[in-house]
C-alpha cells in the first residue's frame, strides 16, 4: 500500500534532504492523526473511499471558474436586476483637475492633516477650504458604485443561499445531524460520501474566488477582520479535509450558511432604497446570526469538537489545531456580533439601519451651509453674487 504523500504524487525522488526532511514532517502522522493510527488505515479498500489531500487540486481551477461565473452573472443577471429594482446612482461631484492636489492623494495620504492642508492651499493656489473639498470629492470618486456594491451583494446573495440549501440536502438526513456523539463515531475510519466531497469542494473553491477578488472588491472598515476570517475558514476546511473532520466540517460549513444570504439581501434591498424591506430581513438576519454563530456554534459544535473526541483518544496536534481555528472563527463572530447589535439598537430608536462597516460617502452640505451663513451662496468655492438662489453641491 502507498503511504499517504505517495498518493499524492510525491516520491521525494530528486528533492533535496532539507525540503524532504520539511515535508515528511508536515505529513506527518502524529501531526494529522490521533494516536496508533497512520494514513494507510485510510487507503480506499472494501469500497470505503476516504478523504485525500489530492482531491483539492481541483479547487484552484474552481476558484478561477468561480471568478468567471461571477463575472458573467454580474454582467447578465445582477445589471439588469439592479434596472428592475431601481437602483440609482448618487451624482457625484468631480474634483477638478488639480496636478499638485492629485499627486499628494496618490503618493502621500489620501487624508491631509490640517497642516498638510495649509501646505498644499499654498502650492496649488487654492484656499484651505477648496482643499479640503477637492480631497472629499477625490475620496468620494474612488468610492465604489452602488451598482457596484449591488452586483456583488447580489452574487454573494445566490452563492449563500444555493450553498445552505444544498448543505442541508447534505446533512439533513444524516445520523449526526441530530445527534453530535455520531460525529466521531468509528472516527476516522468513516467513508467519505460524493455529497460530501462536492460540498467541501464548492465552499472551498469560493472561499479561494473571495480572497483572490478581495482586492477588487468593495472595501469596508472590516477589511483586515474579512482577511483573517477568509484565510481561517480556507486553513479549517482544509485541515477538515485533511483529517477526515467530514462531518464536522459539513456541520459548521452548513450553520455558516444559514445567515450569511439574508445579510446579502438585505444589502440588495437597502441598495434598491427598499428601506423598510431591507430593516425587517436586517432583523430576521440578526436574530439567525446570533442564534447560529454565537449560541449553537459555541455550546453545541465546538462542544462537539472540544469534548466528545476525547472520549475517543487522547488528544493531538490536530485535536488542537482544529478547534484553534474554531476559536477565532467565534472570535470574529463576537466582533461582528457587536457591529450587528450596534445597527440593530438604530433601528429600534428609529434610526436609519446602515451597514456599520461601510465607508460612508462625504458630503460638502454642512461645509457649504456654513460658507452661506458667513458669506452668502457661493460657487466652486466663490461667492455667487445672485443672491435669488443658490447652487448648491
Not at 444555493?162 to 449526526?176: N, R, S, Y
Not at 428609529?350 to 456654513?370: H, I, L
Request: net charge positive.
Amino acid at each position: 500500500m502507498r503511504p499517504w504523500p505517495q498518493a499524492m504524487g510525491f516520491t521525494g525522488a530528486g528533492v533535496s534532504g532539507m525540503l524532504q526532511t520539511l515535508y515528511n514532517c508536515f505529513w506527518w502522522d502524529r501531526l494529522w492523526l490521533p494516536a496508533n493510527l497512520t494514513w494507510a488505515d485510510l487507503e480506499d479498500r472494501d469500497g470505503r473511499v476516504y478523504a485525500k489531500a489530492a482531491d483539492l487540486y481541483i479547487i484552484l481551477p474552481l476558484a478561477f471558474l468561480f471568478l468567471l461565473v461571477r463575472h458573467l452573472f454580474e454582467m447578465y443577471v445582477a445589471t439588469p436586476l439592479a434596472g428592475l429594482l431601481n437602483v440609482k446612482e448618487k451624482v457625484r461631484l468631480k474634483a477638478s483637475p488639480n496636478p499638485t492636489l492629485e499627486q499628494f492623494y496618490v503618493t502621500a495620504s489620501k487624508h491631509p492633516k490640517q497642516t498638510d492642508v495649509e501646505l498644499l492651499a499654498k502650492s496649488s493656489g487654492c484656499s484651505m477650504r477648496q482643499v479640503e473639498r477637492w480631497f472629499r470629492r477625490r475620496r468620494n470618486q474612488d468610492r465604489p458604485s452602488l451598482l457596484k456594491k449591488f452586483r456583488e451583494a447580489s452574487w454573494r446573495f445566490t452563492f449563500y443561499l444555493l450553498a445552505f440549501i444544498a448543505g442541508m440536502a447534505v446533512i439533513v438526513d444524516k445520523p449526526w445531524f441530530y445527534d453530535l456523539r455520531e460525529v466521531w463515531k468509528g472516527y476516522p475510519i468513516q467513508s467519505m460520501l460524493p455529497s460530501q466531497y462536492w460540498y467541501y469542494m464548492i465552499e472551498l473553491s469560493f472561499y479561494w474566488s473571495l480572497l483572490f477578488s478581495i482586492a477588487s472588491d468593495v472595501k469596508r472598515k472590516d477589511f483586515k477582520e474579512q482577511v483573517i476570517h477568509h484565510v481561517a475558514t480556507i486553513i479549517l476546511i482544509s485541515f477538515s479535509w485533511f483529517a477526515n473532520y467530514i462531518r464536522a466540517g459539513t456541520l459548521i460549513m452548513a450553520l455558516h450558511d444559514a445567515s450569511d444570504y439574508l445579510l446579502e439581501s438585505a444589502k440588495m434591498f437597502n441598495y434598491a432604497g427598499w428601506k423598510n424591506t431591507c430593516n425587517n430581513i436586517f432583523i430576521v438576519f440578526a436574530a439567525v446570526f446570533i442564534v447560529t454563530r454565537l449560541i449553537i456554534l459555541p455550546f453545541w459544535i465546538m462542544h462537539c469538537t472540544v469534548v466528545y473526541p476525547l472520549d475517543l483518544y487522547p488528544a493531538f496536534f490536530g485535536y488542537y489545531f482544529f478547534n484553534t481555528m474554531m476559536a477565532v472563527l467565534l472570535t470574529l463572530h463576537v466582533f461582528w456580533a457587536y457591529l450587528i447589535i450596534r445597527m440593530a439598537q438604530k433601528f429600534i430608536t428609529g434610526k436609519v439601519v446602515e451597514d456599520e462597516r461601510s465607508d460612508r460617502e462625504e458630503t460638502d452640505n454642512s461645509e457649504e451651509e456654513e460658507e452661506v451663513t458667513k458669506n452668502g451662496p457661493i460657487s466652486n468655492g466663490h461667492p455667487v453674487l445672485n443672491n435669488n438662489h443658490r447652487k448648491t453641491d
